[in-house]
């Protein structure tokens, strides 16, 4: 009776997780890389494969070869039927946790001496920058570099879905697995909205039922003190997964509210990369910590921090009185290439008083833009006004009281100071009969604030 009891409860449990979890998995049957020029492998016969650096140029799943936009040249000339398409690996933050957490890299890269890949020694490309390791080689899919046991999870910061690409066949998302699997534990893949709940299903797999499509052989680094060591003379299994959206409950009711791709991963996760198809979904090439709005000493600061940037050129901070019509407020380039925590900071020169509302864009080195969330803000400035506006000749700067050591300052859209004049009255005269027609910004400054606003000369 107990044990009747015991398998009840058991799968009582499994069909409970089987309400909230998805089990839909698409193995990788056959890989294509440029290992020693063109190489491939399938689960079938996994082959070894002794790398300093090696690809994925294409995928075999659900029968159908799909190419990666690596070089679909090789695939070519080596008479590779394949259907074009371009993978990007996600851009990632990884902070472990796991003291067993380790960077692989191929074990023939900077050489090999027999029996002992840390001979001659190397050090491993990216150094500690662990996340750098999952976006590495060209469009970031390097299979021959990888960080095994990292635990916790990774999450991926998703900017648009494309509607077409739901349920049509065609791969959204390549996961990797490139070592040992503990067959009691399960990685989870979901997608989540901008509050982080669950939207579609939860997918959990268990690897240890993947079959492996290759072996290659690896040296490991410890982290953080990248001392070479670890197995240096075995294979590791290599598994790979395709999903398409509807394989994680996506649909074109619930699509639009996706904002993260999310990766629970186990202490046993080994991953190389995850890399997503170009042409369904749009992945921020950078990943925002943070992006804050915020008045201080009536100053409306604004402050971003990256974490990963990919091909950025540059960032512009744009504003809307109504959330729909927007302008720009400044531009910062970016980083280009960064594994980095990067910190970004600058002030709205010429708030709004009421609520207005501020987004990030960023903007690739190819012209392609993408968006933050959209930070609201309440401003007042009702301290001076400045009359007429716009001028020629003289403006008056009228103030409520008369403050402590406060000068007016006249500067350019650079921010150079133009002119400058001690305020002694509620009413200040300033002559701008010496600059040109254009676009100025009036600053009331002393040691404890800073106001401004917009004058225009005509």
Not at 4 to 24: M, N
Not at 163 to 183: E, H, K, L, R
Not at 355 to 360: C, D, K, P, V
């Amino acid at each position: 009776m107990k044990t009747f009891l015991r398998r009840f409860i058991v799968i009582f449990q499994l069909l409970a997780i089987a309400c909230v979890t998805g089990w839909t998995q698409t193995n990788v049957t056959r890989i294509y890389t440029d290992h020693n020029g063109f190489f491939t492998s399938s689960t079938a016969s996994p082959q070894v494969a002794d790398v300093a650096t090696h690809h994925l140029l294409a995928f075999e799943s659900g029968g159908t070869i799909w190419s990666t936009g690596v070089n679909d040249v090789t695939l070519t000339a080596n008479a590779v039927t394949y259907i074009a398409q371009v993978f990007q690996a996600m851009p990632a933050t990884v902070n472990s946790n796991n003291p067993s957490a380790l960077i692989g890299i191929g074990r023939q890269f900077g050489g090999f001496s027999s029996g002992n890949g840390c001979a001659p020694p190397v050090a491993p490309p990216s150094g500690n920058n662990i996340s750098a390791y999952l976006t590495d080689g060209i469009n970031g899919l390097d299979l021959s570099t990888a960080i095994f046991n990292i635990g916790g999870n990774i999450q991926y910061t998703v900017a648009g879905i494309n509607a077409t690409s739901i349920g049509d066949g065609i791969p959204d998302i390549i996961i990797t697995q490139a070592g040992d699997v503990n067959g009691s534990l399960l990685d989870q893949f979901r997608f989540l909205d901008i509050l982080n709940n669950i939207v579609g299903s939860q997918v959990a797999v268990n690897f240890n039922g993947v079959p492996a499509v290759a072996q290659p052989t690896w040296k490991f680094y410890n982290i953080p003190g990248l001392a070479c060591g670890g197995s240096t003379a075995s294979t590791r299994n290599l598994r790979l997964l395709a999903f398409d959206f509807a394989d994680l409950g996506i649909t074109v009711g619930n699509y639009a509210a996706v904002t993260k791709f999310q990766h629970q991963l186990t202490p046993n996760t080994d991953v190389a990369f995850v890399a997503y198809n170009m042409q369904s979904i749009e992945i921020l090439p950078i990943v925002l910590l943070d992006f804050n709005v915020e008045v201080k000493n009536n100053i409306v600061q604004i402050n971003w921090q990256t974490s990963s940037e990919i091909n950025n050129d540059f960032f512009t901070v744009e504003k809307s009185k109504d959330a729909v019509n927007w302008e720009e407020v400044l531009k910062k380039s970016g980083a280009g290439n960064s594994q980095e925590i990067l910190h970004y900071e600058d002030e709205d020169k010429f708030p709004v008083s009421g609520i207005s509302y501020y987004r990030l864009k960023q903007t690739d080195f190819n012209g392609e833009s993408t968006y933050s969330h959209i930070v609201p803000i309440n401003y007042s400035n009702n301290y001076f006004s400045i009359y007429p506006n716009p001028a020629d000749g003289y403006v008056t700067i009228q103030l409520d009281d008369i403050p402590n050591n406060v000068v007016v300052q006249v500067k350019d859209v650079l921010g150079k100071p133009l002119l400058e004049q001690k305020v002694n009255s509620t009413n200040t005269l300033i002559n701008i009969s010496s600059l040109p027609k254009g676009i100025y910004y009036v600053e009331l400054v002393n040691e404890s604030y800073k106001y401004a606003k917009k004058l225009v000369v005509q």
